[in-house]
C-alpha cells in the first residue's frame, strides 16, 4: 500500500510520478542528522581549544605562551602546535572517506551511516573521558571517520531518496544541519567556558547528542532503492521505491535505475573508472565546487569574526555575539536555500551570491585597511557595524549557494557506477582544504596578510562566478539517473567528454569493455 502524501507535478511533463510522502521526509530529516555531527565538529574546537583548563591538561606549553605573548589582532589563531589536534579529526575523515566509498557501494548507504553513528559514539566516549593526549587524540580520529563515512553516504542518500523535484532542497538539509551544528556548538562553547575545570569535557561529550540522533536515525531509514537495486536486491528495490514515491506506478523509475545499475555493477573498478575521459566532467566540476567552496573564504571570517566583534564594545561577550549573529544568519540563510533551490536553480543561486559575495568582501577590506592596525582597533562604533552588517552579507550569500551546493551538485551529477567513488572524492577534497589550506594556511595568512586577504578572496569569488557561468550546468529537476543524457551530452563544452556510442567500463582484469547503453 503506498504511503499518503501530496502530488508533485512536472511542468515538462517527463517527470516520474512521485508523492512527497512522509516517508520520505522523515528519512531525509533523520539521514542529515549526520550534518549535525559535521557541523558540531568543525564549531567546537576553535572554543575548547582555547579554554585554559584544556590547554593546562593537554598543551601546557601553548597556554604559557597564551598569557605572555600579546598577540596581533589578526593572528590570535595562528597557531601551528594546536592546529594539528584540530587537523587530526579532518586527515582521519578524508582517509575514512575512501573506505566509506567501498561500503556505500557494498553494504548500502543505510549501513555506511550506521558505522558513521557507531564510529561517532566511541570519539565521543574517548573524548569526553579523556585523560591523556593519546585518548584525547584517538577520540578525535574516531569522530573524523565518522565524519567520513557520514559524509560520504549521507548526501547521496538524500539526493537518491529525494523525488526528481524537491532533491535540492531534501538534500541541502544535510549542510542546514551542518549551519545548526556550528551554532549550537558555539552556543555550548559560550557556557562551557565558565565551567571550570571540566567545561571542556562538557563542550566534547555534547557530541553525544548528534551522534546518537545519526545512529538511530540510520537504525530506522530505509536504505535507498538504487543502493539496493545496485546490490541485486530488485524485489526490495522496488517495493522501497512504490513506499517513498507513494503510487505503484513505478516502472519508468524501477527500469531507469536498473539499467544504471547494470552499467554499475560492470565496474569493478570505480576509481580507475572515475579517471576515465567520460567521467572528466563530473569529476572537475566536483573537485573545483570544494575549491571554490573553501576559496570563498568562508571559514577564515567565521574564525575572525569573533575579534570584528570585540571591536564593537562587546568585549567579554564578543564570542557569544559572533557566534549568535554570524551562526543564525548561516542557519536562516540556508533555509532559503532549500526553499529556493529547486524553484531558481542551481545556478542562479551562485551567480547572486557571487555578486552579494564579492561586494561584502572589497567592502570589509577597504573599511579594515583603513581603520584596522595591528594592535589597535580604532574602529568606530560606525563602521564596525558596518563590517558585521558586511559579514552577515557575506555569510548569508554564502549560506544559500557554495555552502549547500558544494554537496548537492556532486552527489547529483555523477551516473550510479561513480557515484560512490566521486563523493569520495569531494569529502576528501573538501577535508583535505579544510585542514590544511583553511586551518593551516589560510590563519596563517590572515596574520600576515591581514586586510589584504578579503581582497584575495574576492578575486576568487570572481573566478569561480565565471567559472559556474559557462562551465556549470544547471542539474535544477533532472532525473539522478539521467544527468548524462539530459545535463553533460547537451552542454556546450563538456558534450565533447561524453562518449555517444560506447560505454567503457574498466572491468577486474583491467580490460575495456564496451557497452552500447541499450535499455533494459
Ligand atoms: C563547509 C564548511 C563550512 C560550513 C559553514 C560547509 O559546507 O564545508 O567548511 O564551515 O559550510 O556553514
Avoid at 427 to 452: D, E, G, P, R, W
Wanted: overall charge neutral.
Amino acid at each position: 500500500m503506498p504511503a499518503g502524501g501530496f502530488s508533485v507535478s512536472a511542468p515538462s511533463g517527463v517527470e516520474f510520478e512521485a508523492k512527497i510522502t512522509p516517508i520520505v521526509i522523515i528519512s531525509c530529516i533523520m539521514a542529515a542528522t549526520g550534518g549535525l555531527m559535521f557541523g558540531y565538529d568543525v564549531g567546537i574546537s576553535g572554543g575548547v581549544t582555547s579554554m585554559d583548563d584544556f590547554l593546562g591538561k593537554f598543551f601546557p606549553e601553548v597556554l604559557r605562551k597564551k598569557h605572555q605573548d600579546k598577540e596581533s589582532n589578526y593572528c590570535k589563531y595562528d597557531n601551528q602546535g594546536l592546529q594539528l589536534f584540530t587537523s587530526s579529526l579532518y586527515l582521519a575523515g578524508l582517509t575514512a572517506t575512501f573506505f566509506a566509498s567501498y561500503t556505500t557501494r557494498r553494504l548500502g548507504r543505510r549501513l555506511t551511516m550506521l558505522i558513521a553513528g557507531v564510529f561517532f559514539i566511541i570519539g565521543v566516549i574517548l573524548n569526553g573521558a579523556a585523560q591523556d593526549l593519546a585518548m584525547l587524540i584517538a577520540g578525535r580520529i574516531l569522530l573524523g571517520c565518522g565524519v567520513g563515512f557520514a559524509n560520504q553516504a549521507v548526501p547521496l542518500f538524500l539526493s537518491e531518496i529525494a523525488p526528481t523535484r524537491i532533491r535540492g532542497g531534501l538534500n541541502i538539509l544535510f549542510q542546514l544541519n551542518v549551519t545548526i551544528g556550528i551554532l549550537f556548538a558555539s552556543l555550548v562553547n559560550y557556557g562551557t567556558a565558565k565551567i571550570h575545570p571540566w567545561g571542556w569535557r562538557l563542550s566534547l561529550s555534547l557530541a553525544g547528542i548528534p551522534a546518537v540522533l545519526l545512529t538511530l536515525g540510520a537504525l530506522f531509514v530505509v536504505d535507498t532503492p538504487n543502493s539496493l537495486i545496485e546490490r541485486g536486491h530488485l524485489d526490495e528495490g522496488k517495493a522501497v521505491l512504490k513506499r517513498i514515491r507513494g503510487t505503484d506506478n513505478v516502472e519508468p523509475e524501477f527500469n531507469e535505475i536498473v539499467e544504471a545499475s547494470r552499467i554499475a555493477q560492470e565496474v569493478k573498478h570505480p576509481f580507475r573508472n572515475l579517471l576515465q575521459r567520460r567521467n572528466r566532467p563530473q569529476l572537475v566540476i566536483a573537485v573545483l565546487l570544494q575549491i571554490f567552496q573553501q576559496f570563498t573564504g568562508i571559514n577564515a571570517i567565521m574564525f575572525y569574526a569573533p575579534v570584528l566583534f570585540n571591536t564593537l564594545g562587546f568585549k567579554s561577550d564578543a564570542s557569544l555575539y559572533s557566534a549568535v549573529i554570524t551562526g543564525a544568519v548561516n542557519v536562516l540563510s540556508t533555509l532559503v536555500s532549500v526553499y529556493s533551490v529547486d524553484r531558481v536553480g542551481r545556478r542562479m543561486l551562485l551567480l547572486e551570491a557571487g555578486v552579494q559575495m564579492f561586494l561584502s568582501q572589497v567592502i570589509i577590506a577597504v573599511v579594515l585597511g583603513i581603520k584596522v592596525t595591528d594592535h589597535s582597533d580604532n574602529l568606530s562604533h560606525g563602521w564596525a557595524i558596518m563590517v558585521v552588517v558586511m559579514v552577515c552579507t557575506f555569510v548569508s550569500s554564502f549560506a544559500w549557494s557554495w555552502g549547500p551546493l558544494g554537496w548537492l551538485i556532486p552527489s547529483e551529477t555523477f551516473p550510479l557506477e561513480t557515484r560512490s567513488a566521486g563523493q569520495s572524492v569531494t569529502v576528501c577534497v573538501n577535508l583535505l582544504l579544510f585542514t590544511f589550506v583553511i586551518a593551516q594556511a589560510f590563519l596563517s595568512m590572515l596574520c600576515h596578510l591581514k586586510y589584504a586577504i578579503f581582497v584575495f578572496f574576492s578575486a576568487w569569488v570572481l573566478v569561480m562566478s565565471v567559472f559556474v557561468l559557462f562551465f556549470l550546468p544547471e542539474t535544477k529537476n533532472v532525473p539522478i539517473e539521467e544527468m548524462t543524457e539530459r545535463v553533460w551530452k547537451q552542454h556546450w563544452f563538456w558534450k565533447r567528454y561524453m562518449d555517444d556510442d560506447n560505454h567503457h567500463i574498466v572491468n577486474g582484469n583491467g580490460k575495456i569493455n564496451a557497452n552500447n547503453g541499450a535499455s533494459v
